[in-house]
């Protein structure tokens, strides 16, 4: 007998950027597809956007490295892998998704247990940042196939950051964005998309000194 098709959220094994990318991509497909699916998710639409929202404002506070922020990403991830866990479970219920991979998709979840062997989507490709205001950079990323949103990673520092030290910074549909920075500081800049496919990796870093 197949096993069944579960909506693999791994969440404990997610870094936290991860994470809010996962819960970027799943809001919308889920408000889209609401209509499909029985009315039984213990938490509303309203709970998961503000888990989500509690998190990225918390994982934004620990670029400043303090042990409080830190303890409150602790807490807004506990939240989170709560809220979304269930979100997980929820869809895995026969009565909800039915085992179907094309209703765990609609979710904006995803069936397939054989996630490590899949190939990675290409990165999308930054231009050189721009900006002429105060506290600000012009990003453009280069057209890229069919996309539903970019979400905007950053790090400071004049050396190269690691991979663990960019920092969330926000989300949206469009090629190109401006984003607020920290003034007097060289910024890291990196983007990643979500397609109906998954979410690609994160792009090459460009860097410019914010004004």
Not at 142 to 163: C, S
């Amino acid at each position: 007998m197949s096993r069944p098709l579960l909506a693999v959220l791994p969440l404990s094994s997610m870094p936290v950027a991860q994470k809010i990318t996962k819960g970027i991509y799943i809001l919308p497909m889920y408000e889209a597809s609401a209509g499909k699916f029985p009315k039984t998710y213990d938490y509303t639409q309203a709970e998961m956007q503000e888990a989500l929202d509690d998190l990225v404002k918390a994982h934004g506070a620990t670029q400043g490295k303090s042990k409080v922020a830190y303890a409150q990403q602790e807490a807004a991830e506990t939240r989170f892998d709560q809220v979304f866990g269930a979100y997980r479970d929820w869809a895995n219920r026969t009565d909800v998704a039915y085992n179907n991979k094309v209703n765990i998709e609609l979710l904006g979840l995803d069936p397939s247990r054989e996630t490590a062997n899949r190939p990675s989507l290409d990165a999308p490709v930054l231009q050189k940042p721009t900006g002429e205001q105060e506290g600000e950079l012009d990003l453009v990323c280069e057209p890229f196939g069919d996309f539903t949103a970019l979400v905007w990673f950053v790090a400071y520092g004049d050396e190269q950051p690691a991979d663990d030290e960019y920092r969330f910074c926000t989300g949206g549909t469009r090629l190109r964005q401006k984003l607020t920075l920290e003034s007097g500081r060289v910024a890291w800049i990196r983007v990643l998309a979500i397609t109906t496919a998954g979410c690609t990796q994160l792009s090459a870093a460009v860097k410019r000194r914010v004004l």
